[in-house]
Nanobody, 122 residues
């Protein structure tokens, strides 16, 4: 089994910063990429940022967060972080991490975390 556990969400004022972390554990053999998605109330889940795990310089961001959010990873700890600056009320959502990985049993799949609430007050 593989578990992805997010941490670091919370309540912050507009213009503030938060950092989210997501750790993959269990029968992880190799991670290809990790990503952050978010889902605001009443809206569809949307991609926020992705990062290639072997090569951390492969990153992509949604236009709405470019220049404000930074995704990073720690290969040794199977962890991905999302540094969020200049937060806006429209960033309020449940943030989910996922990982495209192969387990020790040789099964490749995308796994999801349980989500972390981020609330930005105006």
């Amino acid at each position: 089994q593989v578990q992805l556990v997010e941490s670091g969400g919370g309540l912050v004022q507009s213009g503030g910063s938060l950092r989210l972390s997501c750790a993959a554990s269990g029968h992880v053999f190799k991670i290809f990429s990790m990503a952050w998605y978010r889902q605001a109330s009443g809206k569809q889940r949307e991609l926020v940022a992705t990062i290639g795990v072997p090569s951390g310089d492969s990153t992509n961001y949604a236009d709405s967060v470019k220049g404000r959010f930074t995704i990073s990873r720690d290969v040794d700890k199977n962890t991905v972080n999302l540094h969020m600056n200049s937060l806006k009320p429209e960033d309020t959502a449940v943030y989910y991490c996922n990982a495209d990985l192969i387990t020790t049993r040789g099964v490749r799949n995308v796994h999801w975390g349980q989500g972390a609430q981020v609330t930005v007050s105006s």
